[in-house]
């Protein structure tokens, strides 16, 4: 592991403050699945694709050293792989674009370094060596634990390799967190109800639970437009919701965020610095940043073709194809859709100062009647269970 | 508008080498293109200046490929015995609402090209405007247009021609306006069959028709006028005779199209004048224009003014662009003196203006136009026409808008217009176009044939009409059917209020007078069109119909249940800001209605009725 001989700062450690994180997007996936609409690209060849690694590795490089520009004075408390497929990196990519990190700023102590992994074998081979360049939390896309259904996802592993990367995984990281995704066609409370119980009791420190969506852009898409798949109706997936809100609590994993679940303190560090409205930097093809200068909050979004993106950086020593400051209207409605999906709320005080604009009293207080948000005693907002259900509304009610 | 000196300017031109003549067709027969082949062969413009449909000025005439406001031309044609003539064409509007265009347009003119699709054949309104022409007395004569193609059947539409309008289209000039094919023969047929017009007398006192007018923002307003007697030169005082206003001429021209300036007008001639006149308003289409100090002892019968006959509330969907609205419907009304306005204020939609229009064209193109030229958003309620309400206490008042109904206890009878309609239709769609007149409460007045297609007449109350007869017509007959219709008079109607509550909240913007007989199933219609229109909230909404304090209908629209994104990380972030400044969008597309959202399409769309 790279040299980590700062002082531990313990920003979000989690003491409530955003913290601040770096976003490495690594694009390349074996094959697509056909409800994902993430920027994935499948590249021919042997073992992973025929993409050349040190390549990319040195333009992550680049490409850090520009951001680290832009945002040198933080301190890094959380670095985040995400794809794609980051376990088809090797780890010595991983290394040397953590290894870069290291050097370009310094990184807390108790970092919280995470790498979204498949569970197939070939992967799970490479845990041990991912562990040994400093990541310490793996969250795996397992999906389902019914081979029927990860067929039908699209998936490339069995249940069998899910629940065996599991257990390697829980054995080589110190945190491990998996994915499902539930409110499939046709599926019943009941048979939830015992794939979820299944699924806890692997274990896991935290739970990232997603109802299938349809997206645009997606195999499904197209199929669910024509008519040959159907996904629950509103009533059917909120029932599916308030089940999993359920049992995930009577099990000792309630929801702190919309979809994600966690014993206590194993939240995922990186992800609340999204929800918290943080600065991250992000890079790798299609990464999207944001990081507040003298002058505001920043948004950042790279080229989101792989090819194009290496040539960018080769070419200017960065990928990004938008970096402009947000309006504070935009800022606000960004601390809202992100906040107010957090179970401890959003800060009502800090929304004000950072915005210049107050929250409609009587639009909270309506939404209150309703049931949909309360205050909480440390006068935060939050929404309630049943306005979680309704969120996207409670959202547009807030900030139209 | 730039002017030139003409040169053509010479000797006042010989009664027998004028031809006034309009074109009547039907939208899309190809009256405009024809126009402006004519100019084009007659070198009104360079080439260079044609930009497709010269006469059509509006954008939006353009775009529909109607023509809205009468245009006119004079054209120099030298014909084929050797003589130049001077043609003047007067295009005039197709369509039913601006029948009253129409007529006046009509009333200058001695003759009338018929142009009829040759693929077509004759349609509803081909008959109204070519009736219009044979009650001015007009010569008429045919031309089948768009001869090349391949749908062309100019035998049977000559037959038709001669079945159903009694027309002898035996001679009918074939041409094709887009290719150009045969527009010399037109121009031929314009000098040969159309008469000269009716011999004035050049040295009797001035006596000229007022046409048209218009406002141009250089010029001021522009009057179009039709020499009878006398003539009119620059500097001569005239005086209105309608409204004994009198201003001395600035300029007399003729439109060839540009602006040209003459020395004066004599009898029979179509041409311009303007006289430091401020407002369209000042003009009364119809007057009779003569010379104030030798005025003319017997002045033209006049025209009677266009009426408003449906009206409909609009409103800004931004409260502040009130001032706008107000200011832009200002600009309209100077060109358009058929359309009236008068500020309105709704409980639901605050701040807007009833507005009166000559037809349901008519509202949609002002209504397009206020939201194309001026930017506007604007909610537009029902449309609704005007009752005459007989009070108890014997009075009588005119009822132009449902919301302001008063207590029917106080109501002897309700008046209500009646259209006498055309239609004319493939037999196959006879059936159902019965059915739907049936259902509008009409009454079948006549129902004859003409080979394949049927033309229907019947009564028909013009506030069933309103409500989207012209569309379902088009519906059922897959767009072959066509309609046209005139006023015919007021009857008394079994009507009552229909008033629609929305979370217990009366929207007084979607109240409606319908007949006794239609409210139940109207009450539940609408009832359910808004449940499917207005989105769920987070709360239950219950929707009823009421007559009265009688509730006859009632719908509820159950609470969102679920709508929250599942996913949502810092990549996610941009794009869902950028959805939910979709959703604020839409949000300001919203009315308030107590605590209810109501989409303003709603209000249009509840009143589109199916089946």
Redesign the interface.
């Known amino acids: 592991m790279a040299d980590i001989s700062h002082p531990m700062t313990g920003r979000n450690n989690d003491d409530g403050t955003p913290g601040f ?1 770096i ?1 490495v ?1 690594w694009p390349f996936c074996a094959a697509k699945c056909p409800y994902c609409d993430f ?1 994935s690209h499948v590249r021919q060849g042997p073992n992973g694709g025929g993409v050349d690694q040190r390549r990319y590795a040195q333009a992550f490089e680049r490409e850090l050293g520009h951001m680290a520009q832009l945002c040198a004075s933080e301190t890094v408390t959380s670095i985040f792989f ?1 794809g794609g497929t980051p376990s088809l990196m090797e780890p010595a990519t991983v290394e040397h674009i953590l290894r870069t990190i290291h050097d370009l700023w310094l990184v807390d102590e108790q970092a919280e370094i995470t790498m979204e992994a498949n569970p197939s074998s070939v992967e799970t081979e490479r845990f041990r060596a991912y562990r040994a360049t400093g990541v310490n939390r793996v969250s795996l896309g397992v999906q389902s634990l019914d081979d029927a259904q990860l067929k039908f996802l699209g998936r490339l592993h069995s249940a069998e390799e899910a629940k065996a990367a599991i257990d390697i995984a829980r054995k080589t990281f110190e945190r491990m967190s998996f994915d499902l995704i539930y409110a499939r066609p046709q599926q019943t409370l009941a048979q939830w109800r015992s794939e979820l119980e299944e699924a806890i009791r692997l274990s896991a420190d935290h739970l990232s639970l ?2 299938l ?1 349809i997206e645009q852009g997606t195999p499904f898409f197209d199929l669910h437009r024509k008519g040959k798949l159907s996904i629950p109706d ?2 059917n ?2 029932q599916l ?1 308030e089940l999993t809100q359920e049992i995930t609590a009577s099990h000792g994993l309630p929801a702190y965020e ?2 994600n679940h966690a014993k206590p303190r194993q939240e995922s560090r990186h ?1 609340l ?2 929800w918290r409205s943080g600065d ?1 930097v ?1 890079a790798g093809p ?5 990081l507040t200068r003298a002058d505001g909050r920043y ?1 950042t ?1 790279n080229e989101r073709v792989p090819e194009r993106w290496l040539e960018a950086v080769n070419r200017s020593g960065h990928g990004m194809v938008e970096h402009h400051a947000l309006s504070l209207e ?1 800022h606000g ?2 601390m809202l ?2 906040g107010l ?1 957090l179970r401890e709320g959003l800060e009502v005080e800090r929304y004000s100062r950072e915005t210049g604009h107050e929250l409609d009293p009587a639009r909270i207080s ?2 209150t009647g ?1 049931g ?1 948000v309360e205050i909480l005693p440390n006068g935060r907002l939050r929404a309630t269970a049943g306005g ?9 009610d807030l ?2 | 508008m730039s002017t030139v000196q003409t040169s053509r300017d010479k000797a006042p031109i010989a009664l027998s080498k004028i031809r006034n003549f309009s074109i009547v067709a039907h939208i899309d027969h190809g009256k405009s293109t024809l126009a402006d082949r004519l100019i084009q062969i007659c070198g009104g413009l360079a080439d260079r200046e044609m930009s497709e449909q010269v006469l059509d000025n509006m954008e939006i005439e353009r775009e529909r490929g109607i023509t809205i406001k009468a245009q006119t031309v004079r054209l120099y044609y030298k014909a084929k015995d050797g003589d130049e003539y001077v043609l003047n064409l007067i295009d005039t509007p197709g369509h039913v609402d601006f029948a009253y265009e129409v007529s006046r347009s009509l009333s200058a003119c001695e003759g009338s090209l018929l142009v009829v699709d040759a693929s077509q054949g004759v349609e509803a309104q081909t008959l109204a405007n070519v009736y219009q022409a044979i009650e001015n007395d007009h010569e008429i004569t045919t031309v089948l247009n768009k001869i090349d193609l391949p749908a062309a059947e100019p035998e049977r539409v000559k037959a038709q021609i001669e079945e159903v309008i009694g027309l002898d289209a035996s001679d009918a000039v074939e041409i094709s306006a887009k290719t150009g094919l045969g527009i010399s023969d037109v121009l031929e047929t314009i000098v040969n069959k159309l008469p000269p017009p009716h011999g004035g007398d050049a040295d009797a006192p001035l006596k000229a028709l007022l046409v048209d007018s218009w406002y141009d923002a250089y010029l001021g307003v522009i009057v179009l006028v039709r020499i009878i007697d006398g003539r009119l030169k620059k500097g001569q005082t005239i005086r209105m005779m309608g409204t004994d206003a009198k201003y001395p001429v600035d300029r007399v021209g003729v439109i060839s199209p540009k602006l040209i300036d003459v020395k004066s007008l004599g009898p029979g001639e179509i041409g311009f004048i303007t006289a430091s006149i401020k407002e369209v308003a000042d003009t009364r289409v119809g007057d009779t224009i003569t010379e104030d100090k030798r005025p003319t002892a017997d002045p033209l019968p006049g025209f009677k003014p266009a009426q408003p006959v449906v009206f409909c509330g609009l409103f800004p969907v931004d409260a502040a662009d009130f001032e706008d609205l107000r200011s832009a419907v200002g600009k309209l009304r100077l060109n358009d003196a058929s359309f009236s306005f008068e500020m309105e204020s709704s409980a639901a939609l605050g701040f807007g203006f009833r507005c009166g229009f000559l037809g349901l064209l008519h509202l949609e193109i002002i209504q397009e136009r206020l939201e194309r030229e001026f930017d506007l958003d604007l909610i537009a309620t029902a449309p609704s026409v005007v009752y005459t309400l007989k009070m108890r206490d014997g009075s009588e008042m005119q009822l132009h808008n449902p919301a302001d109904m008063p207590d029917v206890m106080k109501i002897d009878e309700i008046h209500e217009p009646w259209i006498k309609a055309t239609i004319l239709t493939p037999d196959e769609y006879l059936g159902p176009i019965l059915k739907l007149c049936q259902d509008r409460r009409g009454i079948q007045t006549n129902l004859t044939y003409a080979g394949p297609r049927a033309m229907l007449e019947y009564d028909l109350p013009l506030n069933e009409v309103v409500f989207d007869f012209y569309d379902r017509l088009k519906s059922i007959s897959r767009g072959y059917a066509s309609f046209d219709y005139q006023l015919a008079d007021y009857r008394a109607g079994d009507l009552v209020k229909l008033s629609m509550l929305v979370n217990g909240d009366p929207v007084d913007a979607l109240s409606m007078l319908v007949h006794r007989s239609a409210a139940e199933a109207r009450g539940r219609q609408m009832c359910e069109k808004l449940k499917e229109l207005i989105p769920r909230h987070m709360f239950k909404i219950p929707i009823q119909a009421a007559i009265g304090g009688n509730v006859i209908a009632r719908e509820t629209l159950s609470a969102l249940r679920k709508d929250v994104t599942a996913k949502c990380y810092g990549g996610d972030a941009s794009r869902k800001r950028k959805l939910l400044d979709k959703q604020k969008a839409g949000k300001k597309k919203m009315r308030q209605f107590g605590k209810v959202e109501i989409p303003q399409t709603a209000f249009i769309e509840a009143l589109k009725m199916s089946d």
């Open positions: 994180g976003y997007h920027n995400g997603y109802q969506t509103a009533e997936a909120a919701y919309i979809s992800n610095t999204y991250w992000g299609g990464a999207h940043g944001r948004t979004a935009e409605d960004e859709l992100m999906r309506d939404l309703h949909m979680w259900l309704v969120l996207d509304a409670v959202i547009a900030a139209a």
